[in-house]
């Protein structure tokens, strides 16, 4: 029971927050930070769990948010619209999944890195279907049934829902049968095999199901800016995802959700001291310190923050039990 | 136009371009081999080339010392990045590696834009701006730069790892670094030099290609994405490398022609992806074949 | 060659041929096993043993022959189906999953004895859950079984070599085998570890496995085999109990060249 009480208090305050503080500026970052959270642990249990190299979670990630724009927008139900879009990334991950994860390593980085690019290539030029580089704007609100999710705060519980719900799901699998199968990939596909796993077939499983999360949440953030554009998915957000998952640790399940929450406020902090200093801040500039960031994370604390965490709470079990022995 | 002087100016762009991606390729491939990094700062190397002459020459040095200093600086600063950074990574593995370069390309990437701003520049062409006619296909010089570069690099390159006492330790430590160290041979300046090799050819090479496509603080992504690919594609090897940036070049060349400028990333990236893919098919096709 | 009712045949290998490239790694090899028997493959470095082990458990694909296991064909099958019909092994170098516990380690070997899928999994749908709490039962049991029943929770790395063999056989074991091939078991083994893999093998031959060993240690395999297979240069030079092989001069000649 012990191990539940520190999750247990961490979702006990992420639910107060908004009835606690009620700033909407904090709850906006909130919001953001579960989304890019839920993206970048999606990544993480693809990379650090299973082995899969691709970078192309930013475009299942458009994709859900496009088609569910499109097809609101067009007057298909909200919800109807966030199943079509999960449907659609479904098919595409499926069909291109089996022939891309053959690819190894850093040959499937680059295909994925390739597809980014010409994902956001392909939709900035469909400019009568997708609004094209300006962006697609007048996205109708979510309504399911009476209910109207409107305004950050709605948005708040609906993200963090998804986020620690994926959470959830991961932490289950990991731990039984199916997840433990994904977690022999990166040390022994032979060994993993001849225990009779089919390696391939898992790998495409796994590789849908963290596109179908990137689509919903996706839809997600369609809903809530009402306003997407193909800036929002190409390889900054990449590199942002990578960012994260580093600096929280993809070793723990945690532990981008944590990076997304560190790398998110050290943004605000930074943006808010710093514009006073330099008039252009764009999304470039904050590379260079986020660089700066993974470097330092990579060289000195290659577990990341929850890889740190984990020690210090290994650490604190020892003494513990040392101090509890007769 | 007719189809002829189409097809001819198709070509030679697309062998100019083809030539730029052969030399990142091989920029790539001389670091992957040796250190096993996969430096995803090449193409940042190539837009500093660019940039750091573009700057030096707006500053007042003339347009041959300008460039001169920004190949030294690039030089410089690759070497600096694998003494400090690379280096001292703990658990070296490809996917850190992966991380560390792609981190220090946004770094690097930023840092010109904070420095020199969005806009696109231009440098001026070091021969002039005449242009040559064949059969209706225009050629500049620098275009001949271009192709000339690739030809020199990959000539001297080859000559060098084969033949010269020095290129061969090179090979030899990327065969088997502890059986180098064993010999006498100082593996880790050998690292050093790749990664100033790369830097300098990088550099050099954004500084020819400057004046026809001009440089701008975004232009190392793609350009060094597409030198990988044609690295992966040549299987890493000198010749596989140039023959696959040809093709490369080729395809974009036509496809920009033929089908539309916007989309010709599109269409280049995805041959090249499906290559990539069905490489992963060949082995077991020549089994059956033999 | 002795007439053996068939139904008494676990595995049977017939013109069994692997190419490397322009290397025959395997030629023309050809044997069978006996339910419950004890068999062992030696030869000298190079030979094919572990290619042999490699084809018959589906890793490499044969170029020639066939394998039947249990009155089934099974050559050209994918490993992971091979895996499911009841063939274990453990390997030469471990390839243990070496970011996974003792207990991990093992519970993968139980991977065939269930099928809840990823959703159900992720779900943690009652069913899945009890599926799961059944695996750690069987894994218990062969951690039990190899005497690592106090390590089930360390970490790979905390192990010294002899036991992570072990863990290696508890994860095979997991699978509930019919044939368990081991692939130089007792490679680093001190004397008192090699004599209770002794143990072990005798205890699951009991239960009814059949045992197919690849070792370089004679004394291991002269002392604990039925009948012994001798590989050289992927061809089979002699087949038969022990003694038998021990006084073939071809062997002889195999292991220490033509000066003797």
Redesign the interface.
């Known amino acids: 029971m012990k191990g539940h009480i520190l999750p247990g208090l961490v979702m006990l305050a992420i639910f107060l927050l908004p009835i606690i503080v009620p700033s909407p500026y904090i709850i906006g970052v909130m919001c953001f930070i579960a989304i890019y959270g839920a993206l970048a642990l999606g990544k993480a249990v693809l990379m650090e769990n299973s082995g899969i190299f691709s970078v192309a979670h930013p475009a299942w990630f458009g994709i859900g948010a496009y088609v569910t724009a499109i097809a609101t927008i067009r007057g298909v139900p909200p919800l109807v619209s966030i199943g079509v879009a999960a449907l659609c990334v479904a098919c595409l991950a499926y069909i291109m999944g089996a022939p891309l994860l053959r690819l190894k390593e850093y040959y499937l980085a680059n295909a994925t890195f390739c597809l980014l690019i010409i994902m956001e290539i392909v939709i900035g030029n469909m400019g009568s279907l997708t609004g094209g580089h300006e962006g697609l704007m007048g996205i109708p609100p979510l309504t399911i049934g009476p209910i109207k999710f409107e305004g950050d705060r709605d948005f708040y519980f609906l993200s963090w829902g998804l986020c620690i719900g994926s959470l959830w799901f991961f932490h289950n699998l990991m731990n039984t049968r199916a997840g433990r199968a994904l977690r022999t990939f990166m040390y022994s596909e032979v060994a993993s095999k001849s225990m009779g796993i089919n390696v391939s077939q898992y790998k495409l499983r796994i590789f849908v199901i963290t596109s179908v999360m990137a689509s919903l949440t996706g839809s997600i953030l369609a809903f809530w800016l009402r306003f997407i554009e193909p800036a929002m998915f190409g390889i900054p957000l990449m590199i942002e995802l990578l960012t994260m998952v580093i600096v929280g640790g993809g070793g723990i399940l945690y532990g981008p959700i944590l990076g997304a929450f560190t790398i998110m406020w050290l943004r605000e902090v930074i943006q808010a001291y710093l514009a006073r200093l330099l008039p252009v801040m764009t999304a470039e500039v904050d590379a260079v310190f986020f660089g700066i960031i993974v470097i330092l994370t990579l060289i000195f604390m290659p577990g990341g923050i929850a890889g740190w965490v984990e020690q210090l709470m290994h650490a604190g079990r020892r003494v513990g039990e040392r101090l509890t022995r007769p | 136009m007719d189809l002829l002087s189409q097809i001819l100016q198709y070509a030679i762009s697309g062998i100019t371009a083809g030539s730029i991606y052969g030399v990142i390729g091989i920029c790539w491939s001389v670091v992957y081999l040796m250190t096993s990094v996969l430096n995803f700062t090449t193409g940042e190397f190539v837009m500093l080339g660019g940039m750091l002459t573009w700057g030096f020459h707006a500053a007042g040095l003339g347009l041959f010392p300008a460039s001169v200093i920004a190949v030294a600086a690039t030089i410089c600063i690759s070497a600096v990045m694998e003494r400090t950074t690379i280096r001292s990574v703990r658990y070296p593995s490809a996917r850190t590696y992966m991380m560390l370069t792609i981190a220090l390309g946004a770094v690097i990437k930023g840092s010109v834009l904070l420095k020199f701003g969005s806009e696109t520049r231009k440098i001026d062409p070091i021969f002039g701006a005449d242009v040559l006619h064949i059969s209706g296909a225009t050629l500049t010089p620098q275009v001949i730069c271009v192709v000339g570069l690739l030809v020199i690099v990959t000539l001297g390159l080859s000559w060098f790892l084969n033949y010269t006492l020095f290129g061969k330790a090179l090979r030899a430590s990327a065969f088997n670094s502890t059986g180098a160290r064993l010999v006498g041979i100082d593996v880790s300046k050998f690292r050093l030099f790749c990664f100033g090799l790369a830097g300098g050819l990088g550099a050099v090479t954004g500084i020819i290609t400057a004046p026809i496509t001009f440089t701008g603080y975004e232009i190392g992504l793609l350009t060094g994405l597409k030198g990988l690919v044609v690295a992966i594609v040549g299987n890493w090897t000198i010749p596989g490398t140039v023959a696959a940036a040809l093709v490369l070049g080729l395809l974009e060349g036509f496809g920009a022609g033929f089908i539309s400028p916007g989309l010709k990333d599109v269409f280049a990236l995805t041959v090249m992806i499906i290559v990539l893919i069905v490489g992963t098919y060949r082995l077991p096709l020549w089994k059956r074949g033999t | 060659m002795s007439a053996s009712p068939d139904h008494n045949i676990l595995l049977k290998v017939d013109n069994l041929g692997k190419r490397f490239g322009g290397i025959h790694a395997l030629a023309d090899v050809a044997f069978e096993l006996e339910k419950g028997s004890i068999n062992s493959l030696i030869g000298p470095n190079g030979a094919g043993k572990t290619t042999f082990i490699n084809v018959v458990?589906?890793?490499h694909a044969a170029d020639s022959g066939e394998i039947v296991f249990q009155a089934e064909n099974i050559s050209g099958l994918?490993?992971?189906v091979i895996?499911?019909k009841g063939i274990?092994?453990t390997?030469q170098l471990e390839?243990?999953?070496?970011?996974?516990s003792v207990m991990?380690n093992t519970?993968?070997?139980?991977?065939?004895q269930?099928s809840?899928?990823?959703?159900?999994?992720?779900?943690?749908l009652p069913w899945?859950?009890k599926?799961?709490k059944r695996?750690r039962e069987i894994a218990m049991e062969s951690l039990t079984f190899v005497g690592l029943e106090k390590r089930a929770n360390d970490p790979i790395s905390k192990l010294p070599l002899g036991e992570r063999k072990l863990v290696g056989v508890a994860?095979a074991l997991s699978?509930n085998p019919t044939l368990l091939m081991l692939d130089e078991p007792v490679g680093g083994l001190a004397a008192h570890e090699a004599k209770k893999l002794v143990d072990l093998i005798y205890m699951l031959v009991g239960k009814g496995l059949t045992i197919f060993i690849v070792e370089h240690n004679m004394p291991f395999v002269m002392s604990l085999s039925e009948k012994v297979i001798v590989l050289d240069e992927g061809t089979k030079i002699a087949e038969g109990p022990p003694e038998q092989v021990r006084a073939n001069q071809e062997v002889i000649r195999a292991y220490l060249g033509d000066e003797v």
């Open positions: 458990t589906g890793i994918p490993a992971h895996a499911s274990g092994r390997f390839e243990l999953f070496a970011g996974l991990e519970l993968v070997g139980c991977h065939t269930s809840s899928g990823m959703l159900a999994c992720g779900l943690s899945a859950r599926e799961e695996l994860r699978m």
